[in-house]
């Protein structure tokens, strides 16, 4: 990704998987989330 749009798509994958997580089991840790490292 380029340093520009890094920051914005980041920002829309990590709003992509809590939206995710609100309608699947909570069974998903937090771990396995990009940018949980």
């Excluded at 798509?9 to 490292?37: F, Q, S």
């Amino acid at each position: 990704m380029q340093s520009i749009t890094r920051p914005i798509g980041r920002v829309r994958i990590e709003t992509g998987y809590l939206m995710c997580a609100r309608m699947v089991p909570k069974r998903h840790h937090p771990a396995n989330w990009p940018g949980a490292d």
